[in-house]
């Protein structure tokens, strides 16, 4: 059974940079390409960030940005603001691209 | 720019059957994926399914026995069943479409629904 590990919390002062680490543990998830980034503001649905790895919706921040190596994929925000702290979410699919896998979620805390 | 609305019972008895509709404006359901993502409260994000117009559907395995989703695109609409509830199933359940390689791009507001 595969899975994707999240930190649960990273906090950062405004004006800094932050990462959040997403890791594949299981075998099935083989070409673990397809790697999104939702974020989600308390009792509001998830908001897509990033998608395909590296890239960006239409209207999202160039400070988000993401990268991916081996079996983890991050996510990078820079120059924090406070309208940032929300819980983000990775996620992918199975090799076989018939299931969606969410990380548990990060807590991000701008202090 | 597509809209999502999630609609049904917000009250499930246990070993009933879950139902929610999602109404899609702005956008024809006959084009990509469609489905379920639910969250119970305060916790993570877990996917349920998806399905097509075409009629292919790929469901989570852990919840494959229970789901089904179906489209009507008469009605540009889709459909979640949840059969044989308990409490675990206590979520705010979100429809959403989903764009494959890039992400799952609308989401409903969400709508909660409690197994009791």
């Known amino acids: 059974q595969s899975a994707l590990t999240q930190p649960a919390s990273v906090s950062g002062s405004p004006g800094q940079s932050i990462t959040i680490s997403c890791t594949v543990v299981?075998?099935?998830?083989?070409?673990?390409?397809?790697v999104s980034w939702y974020q989600q503001h308390p009792g509001k649905a998830p908001k897509l960030i990033l998608f395909?790895?590296?890239n960006r919706p239409s209207g999202v921040s160039s400070r988000f940005s993401a990268s991916k190596s081996a079996n983890t994929a991050s996510l990078t925000i820079s120059g924090l603001q406070i309208e940032d702290e929300a819980v983000y979410y990775c996620s992918s699919y199975t090799n076989i691209i018939t299931s969606v896998l969410f990380g548990g979620g990060t807590k991000l805390t701008v202090l | 720019q597509a809209q999502l609305q999630e609609s049904g019972p917000g009250l499930v008895k246990p070993s009933e059957t879950l139902s929610l509709t999602c109404s899609v404006s702005?956008?024809?359901?006959?084009?990509?994926?469609w489905g379920w993502i639910r969250q119970p409260p305060g916790k993570g994000l877990e996917w349920i399914g998806y399905g097509s117009y075409g009629g292919r559907t790929h469901y989570n395995p852990s919840l494959k026995s229970r789901v089904t989703i179906s489209l009507d695109a008469s009605k540009n609409q889709f459909s979640l069943n949840l059969t044989f509830a308990t409490a675990a199933d206590t979520a705010i359940y979100y429809c959403?479409?989903?764009?494959?390689?890039?992400?799952?791009?609308?989401w409903g507001q969400g709508t909660l629904v409690t197994v009791s």
């Open positions: 959403a479409r989903d764009h494959g390689s890039r992400g799952i791009d609308y």
């Open positions: 299981g075998s099935d998830v083989g070409s673990y390409n397809f």
């Open positions: 702005g956008v024809s359901i006959g084009s990509y994926f």
């Open positions: 395909d790895v590296n």
